[in-house]
């Protein structure tokens, strides 16, 4: 059965819920059995409150630009739908969760609590248990596991959602591609550092397999190892 995850952050008003903040960015990628499929979420939302100065100064997102966006309650079901039943992938998931619950609740349309129909992984609380003492924010990750996040000068959700799933699958053993300092079609250098996917449109892989005389050979070697008192572990049986 496929393994469907979807790597999601929010941009908020501000940290507390508690204290009226709200939604205005949600950005998802998904990934199925580990690979990213495009099928992307992203939508800016009109919180109807104005934003901290320090929330603006992370994400730069403005109340200007937020006042022709959608209502959360206009998005909820799309977004409801596409995350149902998937395993959410989000660092520092208490923040996001505790504020999709808020946003969910506030409409009043019997929506469940985020854990009662997705999964949840949290990739700091992982990133702490792999690195202990460490920094473990999305940048620190980035440098220990070589992503290339040179185009992130401020917070955007499905920009940190797309980062955070190259960080995943590298804290995860999925390594992507080797960057072996190829060059691109028009002769520049590829940036280097940093995970770089394989193509879907790739050409397989060329598997030779040994013909008689060679296994012949093979297990005259094996058949000198075992004179010689060695014993082939990996000879089968």
């Avoid at 952050?9 to 508690?18: A, F, R």
């Avoid at 949290?122 to 185009?151: E, F, S, V, W």
């Avoid at 401020?154 to 190259?166: M, T, V």
């Avoid at 804290?171 to 060059?183: F, Y």
Wanted: proline share 3%; with cysteine; net charge negative.
């Amino acid at each position: 059965m496929a393994r469907r995850q979807i790597v999601l952050d929010t941009e908020t008003t501000g940290i507390d819920p508690k204290q009226g903040h709200r939604i205005i960015e949600i950005g998802c990628v998904e990934l199925v059995n580990r690979r990213l499929t495009g099928n992307n979420f992203h939508v800016y939302i009109n919180p109807q409150r104005s934003i901290e100065e320090e929330a603006i100064d992370v994400h730069g997102i403005t109340n200007e630009f937020l006042r022709d966006k959608p209502l959360y309650r206009d998005i909820a079901q799309e977004f409801f739908d596409y995350i149902k039943g998937a395993e959410l992938v989000i660092h520092n998931a208490p923040f996001d969760v505790g504020h999709m619950d808020n946003e969910f609740a506030l409409l009043n349309q019997g929506y469940p609590n985020t854990h009662d129909y997705c999964q949840v992984l949290d990739t700091l609380k992982m990133a702490r248990d792999l690195h202990p003492g460490q920094k473990n924010n999305l940048d620190a990750l980035c440098r220990r596991y070589d992503i290339d996040n040179a185009k992130r000068t401020l917070h955007g959700a499905l920009l940190d959602s797309e980062i955070l799933a190259d960080v995943y699958l590298a804290m995860t053993g999925g390594q992507t591609k080797l960057n072996l300092n190829q060059n691109k079609d028009d002769g520049s250098d590829q940036q280097k550092g940093g995970i770089r996917r394989l193509s879907a449109e790739r050409a397989p892989l060329v598997v030779l397999r040994a013909n008689d005389a060679e296994q012949s050979a093979h297990e005259a070697r094996l058949d000198l190892v075992n004179k010689e008192g060695g014993q082939c572990l990996w000879r089968a049986e």
